[in-house]
């Protein structure tokens, strides 16, 4: 019986020696893999500019292979566990902001927000004040003398009767 217990410790400290323990809990630990779909790596990739692509486009439809790359790391992270603003979290602090395909609003990023709104504001109010006041000079317009105000020499008209000439 003891041989038994001594045989039986060496199998045992055999199994752990050879890294037994490591698989049997791998083995016996809850899969930490969680299943991802398409629909849910197309959602981050909207929003995440990858290396290489044009700037207009994201890493849902981008066909280069740095888009390709940058779908299957948004794969694995949800695979993880991670949630949506988990992802563009990690991804943001390994690439920095210039990976997001819009920038967010704060700080000198706040410009690409506010420019169009206030360039449209601009604009309306610059044609409704030159609109008004081409309207109202049209309505001074009738005086034409005195916009006219200039006299012309009895020299130069007959100059200018004389080319006339030539041309008619």
Known sequence: MVKVK????????????????????????????????????LDVAKEIHPPG????????????TTAY???????????????KQEVLDTLIAKYGERILASPPARGFNLLPWVLPGVSIVIGAAAVTFFVRSWANGEEDSGNSSERNNY???????????EELKHWI
């Open 151 to 161: 006299t012309v020499s009895p020299a130069d008209e007959r100059d200018v009767q």
């Open 6 to 41: 001594h045989l039986m410790a060496l199998v045992i400290l055999a199994f752990l020696m050879m890294g037994g323990h490591d698989a049997w809990a791998a083995g016996n630990a809850p899969s930490q893999k969680v299943p991802v779909s398409r629909a849910d790596v």
């Open 53 to 64: 692509c044009t700037h207009s486009m994201t890493a849902d439809y981008c066909t280069l």
């Open 69 to 83: 790359e940058t779908r299957a790391e948004i794969a694995e992270l949800l695979g993880q566990g991670m949630n």
